[in-house]
Nanobody
Framework: QVQLVESGGGLVQAGGSLRLSCAVSGRTFSTYVMGWFRQAPGKEREFVAAIAWAGGREYYADSVKGRFTISRDNAKNTVYLQMHSLKPEDTGVYYC??????????WGQGTQVTVSS
């Protein structure tokens, strides 16, 4: 079992920055892929970014490329999402997630990000 706890959300003006953190505990393996998803009011949950726990390639949604950076600190068992140049359309609940193989099966409770115009 894997537990994920997000933090770092809040209210920020357009153009501002935030860094989200995801504390990971429980049984994890180097083969896991860690990801961030978000869900805006009235919309479906969408992929934001992902990174292999063992390191390597990063993946981003087109809407956040060049503005968001995903990273992980294995020593701290933490995954981060650094967000710059935030836009009102980035508003939503951000979820940390993990997938052992092909499906994201572990999810955090989410943290709210609100970007004002």
């Amino acid at each position: 079992q894997v537990q994920l706890v997000e933090s770092g959300g809040g209210l920020v003006q357009a153009g501002g920055s935030l860094r989200l953190s995801c504390a990971v505990s429980g049984r994890t393996f180097s083969t896991y892929v860690m990801g961030w998803f978000r869900q805006a009011p009235g919309k479906e949950r969408e992929f934001v970014a992902a990174i292999a726990w063992a390191g390597g390639r990063e993946y981003y949604a087109d809407s956040v490329k060049g503005r968001f950076t995903i990273s992980r600190d294995n020593a701290k068992n933490t995954v981060y999402l650094q967000m710059h140049s935030l836009k009102p359309e980035d508003t939503g609940v951000y979820y940390c997630t993990a997938r052992p193989t092909t499906t994201y099966i572990y999810w955090g409770q989410g943290t709210q990000v609100t970007v004002s115009s």
